[in-house]
T-cell receptor
Framework: NAGVTQTPKFQVLKTGQSMTLQCAQDMNHNSMYWYRQDPGMGLRLIYYSASEGTTDKGEVPNGYNVSRLNKREFSLRLESAAPSQTSVYFC????????????FGSGTRLTVV | DAKTTQPNSMESNEEEPVHLPCNHSTISGTDYIHWYRQLPSQGPEYVIHGLTSNVNNRMASLAIAEDRKSSTLILHRATLRDAAVYYCIRGIYFGNEKLTFGTGTRLTIIP
């Protein structure tokens, strides 16, 4: 089925460990986004990519890096995880032409202990 | 910065209409109103959007005030599956806009 796929769905890390969250979309969208959602709060933008090879910071980029590997894939890396990064992470994509809503993945629930 | 105001929570009876309000008093002339909803344990999903005129789709209707300072998302006949957090967002129509999500309205449907 067409959509945004995120892996893994759940992850527990120890403080200081690193990991990469994977996101892939099969809708040929140029724009891709990474958001985080803390309990009881709205989504906050971490990074976004307007096209392959370009990335820009969002509202809360500290502690994260991203890679737009190709048009389909946009990964989020935590180099040294901290408990403050415990959150649910959502990847999203949207096309450039006309208006279509964002398509979100089902999220990665990350706990840093 | 994009800013909207919504009630934290609302309740509605099943099979009755639901009116979810949103205030956006500082909206600019080119900002659209977007609505998304987030079902439990899922990512947000697009519901509807509009600029000045009322809009309808298979999911909902959007009523926009004449002065555009407020809008209302209307679910015509709520079901238990409509229980979700509903986000009202203002943003440009297309291009590389970055949607800013607030805390939304948590809608509870009473059987």
């Amino acid at each position: 089925n067409a959509g945004v796929t995120q892996t893994p769905k759940f992850q527990v890390l120890k403080t200081g460990q690193s990991m990469t969250l994977q996101c892939a979309q099969d809708m040929n969208h140029n724009s891709m986004y990474w958001y985080r959602q803390d309990p009881g709060m709205g989504l906050r933008l971490i990074y976004y990519s307007a096209s392959e090879g370009t990335t820009d910071k969002g509202e809360v980029p500290n502690g994260y890096n991203v890679s737009r590997l190709n048009k389909r894939e946009f990964s989020l890396r935590l180099e040294s995880a901290a408990p403050s990064q415990t959150s649910v992470y959502f990847c999203a994509s949207r096309p450039d032409r006309g208006f279509y809503g964002y398509t979100f993945g089902s999220g990665t629930r990350l706990t840093v202990v | 910065d994009a800013k909207t105001t919504q009630p934290n929570s609302m309740e509605s009876n099943e099979e009755e209409p639901v009116h979810l309000p949103c205030n956006h008093s500082t909206i600019s002339g080119t900002d659209y109103i977007h609505w998304y909803r987030q079902l439990p344990s899922q990512g947000p999903e697009y519901v509807i959007h509009g600029l000045t005129s009322n809009v309808n789709n298979r999911m909902a209707s959007l009523a926009i005030a004449e002065d555009r300072k407020s809008s209302t998302l209307i679910l015509h006949r709520a079901t238990l599956r409509d229980a979700a957090v509903y986000y009202c967002i203002r943003g440009i129509y297309f291009g590389n806009e970055k949607l800013t999500f607030g805390t939304g309205t948590r809608l509870t449907i009473i059987p």
